[in-house]
């Protein structure tokens, strides 16, 4: 690679980490924004939970998820030097996101975690 390459390289590498990094700062701003809520409005703008789960502290961990669809990547045929053909089937691609609200036991949310973008 020449200097001209490394540069362009770099420059788009910052580009994409400022960019994740302003996601990941509306995501944490979002969720900060329930902390202090009762649950019941949480549910009434989310809707009910996927999943429940027991924090260990006599409250409730509302646990919301859903699976992010990134396509289908296309299935790829080679010949390799015998004149053998193989094929590799197309993948679906995508994954898990998962956001976690913790409710102490009069039913307000004092905790949050998330997973996926």
Do not use: E
Request: glycine share 12%; hydrophobic share 35%.
């Amino acid at each position: 690679m020449n200097q001209s390459s490394t540069l362009r390289m770099r420059v788009i590498l910052l580009a994409l980490l400022l960019f994740i990094g302003g996601c990941a700062a509306n995501i944490n701003k979002m969720m900060d924004s329930w902390v202090g809520t009762h649950q019941s409005d949480l549910i009434a703008q989310w809707g009910p939970p996927q999943q429940t789960a027991s924090d260990g502290k006599g409250g409730t961990i509302l646990i919301y998820g859903s699976y992010v669809n990134l396509g289908q990547q296309p299935g790829q045929a080679s010949v390799d030097y015998f004149g053998n053909m193989t094929y590799t089937n197309p993948q679906q691609r995508g994954y898990q996101r998962t956001r976690m609200f913790y409710v102490n036991p009069d039913g307000y949310i004092y905790l949050w975690r998330w997973q996926g973008m």
